[in-house]
């Protein structure tokens, strides 16, 4: 089974193709080469350090707010 977070583009580092990803407050740098046009503020669905693709911001808050239920155990 794979899984995939979304998180939100806080930094862009261009000469590594690298984003600075926050997940729920967690912020880790995200290799961002296999999703094109990736901009400061979107939101992006990674595997393994990967961006495998963009989501618009309402699907991310809605999967964002399970991972929360999931987390908090309601």
Known sequence: M???I???VIEIIEKERLAIVDFMGLKKKVDISL???VKVGD???VHVGYAIQ???EK???ETLKL???IRSGV
Request: glycine letters at 4%; proline letters at 5%; one cysteine or more.
């Open 43 to 45: 939101y992006v669905l």
């Open 2 to 4: 794979c899984l995939a």
């Open 6 to 8: 979304p998180g939100k």
């Open 59 to 61: 699907a991310a808050l």
């Open 35 to 37: 999703v094109e046009d």
């Open 67 to 69: 991972w929360e239920e």
């Open 54 to 56: 963009k989501l618009d």
